[in-house]
């Protein structure tokens, strides 16, 4: 029996890395479920996993899934009720947006984050593509970064061609396995060819017409990298679904409403309509920003659809 670590899954093959750098491809016996969970992909990138050699030793079946300390799910579609793992024990994420090229909306991040969230897994911003931006993006960059910092977010600028606030980020990253989300064409695989260009991934440009990526990565992968840990890069994701969440729960992971939610009226305010609500009255104050206060309305009625 030997003891490894999932690096890559597309459908039924595993590969898994050993022994520090030995890697072999393995398919799983029997069923392996997460208790209350279902789940299109019994096991994930970033699984410590048991398994045993063929007789050939080219391959093997994995056995056992070791205790996960964490996960990250996203739901397979949008009416589906089962959801995807798309990595675990990850301990921190980080979320690539762009102001433009594409321009990455405020609720994806604000989705994402409540995942992160609800999960307890530490989240960071990285915006990307600076180079390309003019007095109007940086305006805009700015007002998200005083944004998400005042909430407890660290933020940084980066442009990966332009080879600017590379080095902060890989301190960050060092000896730990992080998660790399956001949406197409942000330049996620670019950042990891940066940091390793032995890795040589796929990276496109995003289309002219769309003006969007054309998500060239297709499945999480993790890629060990020349400074020490690990980094999974994952297929730009058109939005996260709110897993595991339940409707009246939801704003316990916007960290400034859950805060200021302690003053309402009601116990179990929601923050709509409801009388004498601290919330509403912070957002008009100006203490809520507007637009995360938004998000959260949106994505409440996003669940409130599901149960119709
Ligand atoms: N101008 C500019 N272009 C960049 C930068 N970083 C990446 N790009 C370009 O953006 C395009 C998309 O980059 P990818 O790395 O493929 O994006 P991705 O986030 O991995 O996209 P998916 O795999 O589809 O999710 C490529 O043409 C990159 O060269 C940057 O800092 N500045
Ligand atoms: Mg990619
Ligand atoms: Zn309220």
């Known amino acids: 029996m030997e003891q490894g670590i999932v690096i890559k899954s597309t459908g039924s093959r595993y590969r898994v890395l050993y022994s520090e750098r030995e890697i072999t491809e393995c398919t799983i016996k029997g069923k392996f479920r997460v208790k209350g969970l279902r789940t299109t992909n019994p096991v994930a990138v970033g699984d410590n996993v048991l398994f045993e050699f063929d007789k050939s030793k080219e391959s093997g079946v994995i056995t056992e899934i070791l205790d996960r300390k964490n996960y990250i799910l996203r739901r397979s579609s949008n009416l589906s009720k089962e959801s995807q793992i798309i990595a675990a024990n990850i301990d921190q994420v980080f979320l690539m947006i762009t102001i433009i090229l594409p321009s990455t909306p405020i609720e994806f991040i604000d989705r994402f984050l409540i995942t992160a969230e609800a999960y307890r897994i530490p989240a960071i911003i990285i915006i990307n593509k600076t180079d390309l931006y003019g007095h109007e993006e940086n305006m805009k960059m700015e007002y998200l970064i005083s944004l998400y910092e005042k909430i407890g977010y660290e933020c940084f600028r980066l442009s990966v061609t332009g080879n600017t606030g590379i080095d902060i980020i890989k301190t960050i990253m060092k000896d730990k396995i992080s998660l790399l989300a956001g949406n197409s064409g942000v330049g996620k695989t670019s950042l990891l060819n940066n940091f390793n260009p032995s890795l040589n991934l796929k990276t496109e440009k995003i289309s002219d017409y769309h003006r969007q990526g054309k998500h060239v990565t297709t499945f999480p992968e993790m890629h060990r990298m020349p400074f020490g840990g690990f980094i ?62 938004r998000s959260y309305v949106n994505i409440l009625e996003d669940e409130n659809r599901k149960y119709r």
């Open 232 to 293: 999974i890069d994952t297929p730009g994701i058109r939005g996260f679904g709110v897993v595991d969440m339940e409707r009246s729960e939801i704003y316990h992971f916007f960290p400034e409403i859950f805060k200021i939610s302690k003053n309402c009226r009601y116990y179990n305010c929601l923050h709509l309509d409801e009388p004498e609500c601290a919330v509403r009255e912070a957002v008009e104050k100006g203490i809520i920003d507007p637009l995360r206060y």
